[in-house]
């Protein structure tokens, strides 16, 4: 498949097919199209996060976490992110580093541990 079929179209009809590859498990396809429109909107977390599972499920993990990361770092309290942070970086066997993300998804989520 040529690589322009990726980028081409307006940015919904783009988000509109990322979001179909990814429904049909075509992980990097949707990263492909991803890709550009993060690029083009990187302010919108939507795109980057959808962006970030589609890395994370096609074992990109370096490529999930920096994803993970520009969220985070914008808004710290996005649950999420700090749960798919967590988790990529448990595949990664970097445990001690994911602990405190799942520890602040676990809290904004509201899962406190019962006494």
């Keep these: ?3 322009t079929y990726y980028g081409h179209g307006t940015p919904a ?3 509109e097919r990322a ?3 990814f429904d049909a498990k075509d992980y990097a396809s949707a990263a492909r199209v ?4 993060v690029e083009e909107v990187p302010e919108q977390t939507g795109p980057r996060l959808l962006l970030a ?3 994370y499920h096609s ?3 370096r ?3 920096a994803e993970l990361r520009v969220i985070v770092e914008r808004d710290p309290v996005e649950h999420y992110a700090r749960l798919m942070l ?3 970086l448990q595949r990664q066997a970097r445990h001690a580093e994911a602990e405190p993300h799942l520890r602040i998804a676990s809290a904004l989520a509201g899962d406190f541990p019962q006494e």
Excluded at 34 to 37: A, E, N, V
């Design 1 to 3: 498949m040529e690589t």
């Design 13 to 15: 009809e783009r988000w």
């Design 19 to 21: 979001q179909q590859f």
């Design 34 to 37: 991803l890709t550009g429109l």
């Design 53 to 55: 599972r589609a890395y």
């Design 59 to 61: 074992a990109q993990l």
């Design 63 to 65: 490529n999930a976490e």
């Design 86 to 88: 967590g988790r990529t």
